[in-house]
């Protein structure tokens, strides 16, 4: 197992992953007890039923008064709840005796490989910031000149741009295809009465906070919440202007970098020999606890969503590596396996930042200046899965609300406000989902229909980070060929201001 490559031990990892979560879930999630004793205070008798789908907590107190909870993650009916966070908020004893004597064989194990699996994260998370100040210092000092930098966030933000409207539009094409909302009877009134909502940021709001973020008030802060985009913003300018000032201290700075992100490569490289074993407990957990489900609900929507990502992964994506990349799709993919399996089985571009830093450098061989450049800033605002997946799930939380398709004037506003919300969603599981608020408000459709399409979002979540992880690296190389093809701007030496 050691010789193996390091993307199929990852997949060996995922694989066995979702087989262990099967045979939990098959045999060790359904579970009924009756409890008389080791009760919280004042409760003499209770009956849990656990299933993956839904979980009965009731219990006695001592004046005989009975007290039934339900919790069912898919429920539309509004009257149940929906998760255990919300749970422990409305009947902390139910949610205790949960927790002491309810919970099926799979769902205690899954929670313990979700733990395990999230020290992999954890280690992740420790070396994302250290990481991406470190590179960017190096990457934009190794730029040496004004014009360099100026240049590389012109074509970086211009594929960028192209990406994610090409993205939505394929997204748009496949929804007004499929239609999927329009393909299940009886649904409009089951989820119309959909109970769940979330915050609700206005579309100016969300934009505002992006501006603000670029000038944080207090960069130090920016590195403890940690808000990424603020982080991106201030080492740049340092960046910029240890340039402009040159001589010796830019000099400093830049061996300075150097040298701390030599260090910070090694830890992370060490880190990552340990995914496949990550990405096993990961998998064990999310197929454990949801079962065969997490594939199955849902049909048509899920249908839509990955076909159209695909598309975009496996036809956009490629032709631009391919011409505009000057590399090779198949062999590119490969290099950038580790990084592409764990964002799918971690669900967030941010935490996979590291892997995705190292295989573009080191099995792809994009130089640092631009992999250092291009990834944090794309893992932050580059997400081209999350802006399709945005347009298909309104498109159909539409098609199910109204009964027919948006007209083509509120397609559009969908598409430039799908595009905002995935800029402002962080590289984190289910902020796209959050971030759907936007839209929705947009073209008007009600909040709560949200609540259908939370059962499968996990799932897509999946998903689309990995096209969004893709994405990132292919800009790598298409930012990467522009700037070899330009003849200006690499030879001219370290400007003195
Ligand atoms: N999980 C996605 C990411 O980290 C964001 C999303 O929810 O769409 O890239």
């Known amino acids: 197992m050691r010789n193996l490559a390091l993307h199929w031990q990852i ?161 748009l094409l496949f929804v007004n295809l499929i239609r999927p909302g329009l393909q299940t009877a009886n649904t409009k009134s089951a989820m119309t009465s959909a109970g769940k909502t979330f915050d609700q940021p206005a579309l100016t709001e969300v934009i505002f906070a992006q501006i603000e973020a ?42 300075l970098a150097d040298a701390a992100f030599e260090v910070m490569m090694a830890i992370t490289t060490a880190i990552i020999r340990l995914a496949p074993f990550g990405v096993f407990f990961l998998m064990s957990a999310v197929v454990a606890t949801q079962g065969s489900s997490v594939f199955r609900s849902l049909g048509w929507y899920v249908v839509t969503v990955t076909a159209a990502l695909l598309v975009h992964a496996c036809i956009t994506l490629p032709l631009i590596l391919r011409y505009f990349g000057k590399r090779q799709p198949i062999e590119y993919a490969r290099a950038m396996s580790p990084a592409l399996l764990t964002a799918f089985s971690s669900a967030s571009s941010n935490g996979t930042l590291p892997l995705t830093l190292t295989s573009v450098e080191q099995r792809a061989g994009i130089s640092n200046k631009t992999g250092s450049f291009v990834l944090p800033l794309g893992a932050t605002i580059n997400m081209d899965g999350t802006a399709l997946y945005e347009a298909v799930a309104v498109l159909f939380i539409a098609q199910l609300h109204l009964g027919y398709n948006l007209p083509l004037s509120q397609q559009i506003i969908v598409a430039i406000t799908a595009l905002i919300a995935s800029v402002g969603a962080a590289g984190i599981p289910h902020a796209g989902l959050v971030m759907m608020v936007i839209i929705l408000q947009a073209v008007g459709l009600p909040l709560e229909m949200q609540g259908i399409i939370l059962a499968v979002d996990r799932v897509l979540d999946m998903a689309r980070t990995s096209v969004n992880v893709w994405s990132d690296s292919c800009g790598c190389a298409v930012v990467e060929a522009l700037d070899l093809q330009s003849d200006d701007g690499l030879e001219t030496g370290l400007s003195a201001g």
């Open 214 to 255: 670029v000038i944080p008030s207090n960069p130090l802060a920016a590195l403890t919440q940690p808000n990424f985009l603020s982080i991106i913003s201030f080492t740049v300018i340092f960046g910029i202007f240890s340039i402009r000032i040159g001589g010796t201290p830019a000099q400093r700075i830049r061996d």
């Open 11 to 171: 997949l060996i990892g995922m694989f066995a992953g979702c087989c262990i979560g099967l045979a939990l879930n098959a045999f060790g999630s359904n579970h009924s007890v009756k409890v008389l004793t080791g009760l919280p205070d004042g409760v003499v008798e209770a009956e849990v039923t656990d299933s993956t789908s839904q979980t009965v907590i009731r219990y006695r107190d001592s004046e005989q008064n009975e007290t039934t909870f339900v919790v069912d993650p898919a429920s539309q009916s509004g009257k149940e709840i929906r998760s255990f966070k919300e749970l422990a908020e409305k009947s902390p004893i139910s949610y205790q005796i949960y927790q002491q004597h309810g919970q099926s064989f799979a769902k205690r194990a899954g929670e313990w490989c979700r733990k395990i699996g999230g020290l992999f994260l954890r280690m992740l998370q420790m070396v994302s910031i250290p990481l991406i100040v470190t590179s960017l210092l190096s990457g934009i000092l190794g730029l040496s000149d004004r014009n360099g930098v100026g240049k590389m966030f012109r074509r970086t933000l211009g594929y960028y741009l192209t990406t994610s409207l090409l993205a939505i539009v394929t997204g």
